[in-house]
């Protein structure tokens, strides 16, 4: 079972360390620190990132970039639900199929991706894919 602890610091400012005793600040809106709201993108991209990099390198790529961009809608009144959340993946790798990534990131998302499963099931959730130059 993970566990984390989060420590107020001060006003609107937070501690956060996780399992492995890494931190993060976060704060609400004061720009000291990382929202609480775009925490969850940030886990969403890293843990599709993750997978995405894990399928592709079974499959004897030689990646040599990739990054993620997430967009997030969230609804205009409280609690701001996210509604949609769009990824966008880019990787280059000498012999990367346009194809391959979106199968990797597919797989990543829907089959893989714990942070995506443990999303209400009502966000929706959608990704595009480019292929760069190795």
């Not at 005793?21 to 993750?50: E, F, N, Q």
């Not at 993620?68 to 012999?95: N, S």
Request: charged share 25%; with cysteine.
């Amino acid at each position: 079972m993970a566990q984390i602890a989060l420590t107020w610091i001060e006003r609107k400012r937070f501690l956060g360390v996780d399992s492995t005793s890494h931190s993060v600040v976060l704060s609400g809106g004061d720009d000291v620190g990382v929202k609480p709201s775009d925490t969850l993108l940030i886990a969403l991209g890293a843990c599709a990132a993750y997978d995405v990099v894990e399928i592709l390198q079974k499959q004897r790529l030689d990646l040599r970039r990739l990054a993620v961009l997430v967009d997030g809608e969230q609804a205009e009144q409280a609690p701001w639900p996210y509604r949609r959340i769009h990824l966008r993946v880019a990787a280059a790798a000498p012999g990367l199929r346009h194809e391959q990534l979106a199968r990797a990131t597919d797989l990543a998302l829907n089959k893989y991706c714990s942070v995506r499963a443990s999303l209400h099931p009502e966000i929706e959730v959608s990704f595009e894919v480019s292929v760069e130059e190795a």
